[in-house]
């Protein structure tokens, strides 16, 4: 089946419709991206396939409320951010945050490390910590502010931060590019 030939509103009124045939070339246009996506805050990739399960099914059940406002794309990495973010909390991974402040909120950039090797940087960022490696994607992948990683995590704006340092800080050393 070639995924070319179905534009993108005739694959989303098919979902709408709850047509199969429409959801498997939705899940096969998105998941090699969104799979990416879950293994980024999972680390491991049995709970990343675990994720992205779980968020295609929420995707196939609230697909009737798609507006078009964005792209569908946009919607359903949407739906996977805030599912593994999800997942991570009932796994009670993000709770330990509130008492993990381990630097300064005054030397939190939004910066990415800079010539790095995609897959060098997701092998290394896979091994973070739980919370470090989720405020990470959120500020520097995602492109989320620290005050919206507060609300989405329930913490403070200075343990995002904090997180966040704590991620870049361990990434620099590990890649010998510490200032």
């Known amino acids: 089946m070639s995924l070319e030939l179905y534009n993108e509103e005739e694959v989303l009124r098919g979902c709408q419709q709850e047509n199969r045939r429409y959801q498997e070339i939705l899940y096969r246009r998105f998941a090699p991206k969104m799979y990416g996506i879950c293994l980024s805050y999972a680390g491991d990739r049995p709970l990343a396939q675990d994720m992205l399960q779980e968020a295609f099914i929420k995707v196939f059940r609230s697909i009737k409320d798609f507006r078009g406002d964005g792209s569908l794309e946009g919607w359903v990495r949407r739906i996977v951010v805030r599912t593994a973010i999800d997942h991570l909390r009932q796994r009670q991974s993000l709770d330990k945050l509130e008492t993990e402040e381990f630097y300064s909120e005054s030397h939190t950039q939004?910066?990415?490390?800079?010539?790095?090797?995609?897959?060098?940087?997701?092998?290394?960022?896979?091994?973070?910590?739980?919370?470090?490696?989720?405020?990470?994607?959120?500020?520097?992948?995602?492109?989320?502010?620290?005050?919206?990683?507060?609300?989405?995590?329930?913490?403070?704006?200075?343990?995002?931060?904090?997180?966040?340092?704590?991620?870049?800080?361990?990434?620099?050393?590990?890649?010998?590019?510490?200032?």
Not at 158 to 167: E, F, H, L, P, V
């Open 110 to 179: 939004n910066e990415a490390l800079p010539n790095l090797q995609m897959g060098e940087m997701i092998s290394r960022i896979n091994k973070l910590p739980d919370g470090a490696r989720v405020v990470f994607n959120l500020f520097a992948v995602e492109g989320y502010t620290h005050r919206e990683i507060a609300e989405e995590l329930n913490i403070s704006e200075g343990t995002s931060k904090s997180q966040y340092n704590r991620a870049r800080n361990l990434l620099k050393g590990w890649l010998g590019k510490v200032d």
